[in-house]
């Protein structure tokens, strides 16, 4: 069994971007339901 060739992606920041995206998404939607967000949240005072 010979070792094939195989496609190798070049790196990307993408999965970073998505990771913070979601979390800040599920931070986001759970003080959403639990009523906790504030103005103070992510240091933002809008």
């Known amino acids: ?3 094939g060739n195989y ?3 070049d790196s990307s ?3 970073i971007f ?3 995206s979601l979390f800040l998404l599920v ?3 759970g003080g ?3 009523g906790t967000v504030t ?3 992510f240091f933002t005072q809008a």
């Open 13 to 15: 920041r993408y999965p």
């Open 7 to 9: 496609y190798v992606p």
């Open 39 to 41: 103005r103070y949240m």
């Open 27 to 29: 931070m986001g939607a």
């Open 18 to 20: 998505a990771a913070v």
């Open 1 to 3: 069994m010979s070792g």
């Open 32 to 34: 959403t339901i639990n």
